[in-house]
């Protein structure tokens, strides 16, 4: 598919952007794109360490993100605080995806697919897929909705395309294969999600994953979505 000029990832939990998307964001982003994130929830529950707390499982997992970030070259996080297993399908929630897409307008939006019914799937994974899917459209495009949006500035815009990591039946492969490394090194900037394992251990069924993937259409290694576009 094209490269766009500019695109957005919208992320339940640190790491997972990473781990889902982050050879395609590689890709965009060394051919000109510019990538911005929306990190919804602050991954304060990700932890077996009986001597951790909410508070610090926080501040770690941003800084975390922040560094995985960086080495994929994305612009900007937006972290919206969200505790972690507590996101719901709310105004205020759509609102500040609203926001994020008037302010970044881009033309390609990735997030979880929210529809799945042969794997366990995180329940904050599917409630960002459906709010941003509604986001997207039509709440983004029309100006009545959130229509405060306007004092600051930020006026309707029309997404594109919106692909969905993780769906049921893929679509649409990304070819990584040049990008697998850096994806793997972005993975690595969270070391908080190791569970005891070496840095190469914990990359390792990553390369397996997307080796699956990438046999499935042709490529050393990919990533795979489904993809909805919109008249715009």
């Known amino acids: ?17 990473e781990i889902s998307c982050g050879g395609t964001v590689t890709n965009w982003i060394r051919q000109g794109a510019s ?82 019914r042969s794997f366990y799937f995180h329940r904050d994974h599917r409630i960002v897929g459906q709010v ?28 594109g395309t919106l692909m969905f990591w993780g769906p049921e039946e893929i679509e649409t492969y990304v070819d990584i294969t040049e990008s697998m490394d850096l994806k793997a090194e972005a993975l690595k900037c969270h070391r908080s999600q190791l569970g005891g394992l070496s840095e190469d251990e914990n990359v390792g069924w990553l390369r397996r994953w997307c080796a699956e993937m990438g046999k499935k259409a042709g490529f050393e290694y990919a990533e795979g979505y489904r993809v909805v576009r919109f008249r715009t």
Request: proline share 9%; charged share 30%.
């Open 132 to 159: 941003t899917q509604d986001a997207v459209f039509p709440y983004a495009r029309d100006r009545l909705h959130f229509p405060e949006h306007e004092a600051e500035g930020l006026v309707p815009h029309k997404t």
């Open 35 to 116: 990538v911005y994130y929306v990190l919804c929830s602050d991954g304060s529950k990700g932890t077996d360490d009986p001597e951790m707390t909410p508070e610090r499982l926080a501040k770690i997992r941003y800084r975390e993100q922040l560094e995985a970030a960086k080495t994929l070259g994305v612009k900007e996080v937006v972290a919206l605080g969200y505790p972690d297993g507590e996101l719901e399908d709310t105004r205020e929630f759509r609102g500040h995806l609203v926001r994020a897409l008037r302010r970044f307008r881009p033309e390609v939006v990735i997030c979880p697919d929210p529809y799945r």
């Open 1 to 17: 598919m094209e490269v766009p000029r500019t695109a957005m990832v919208v992320t339940p939990h640190p790491d997972d952007a």
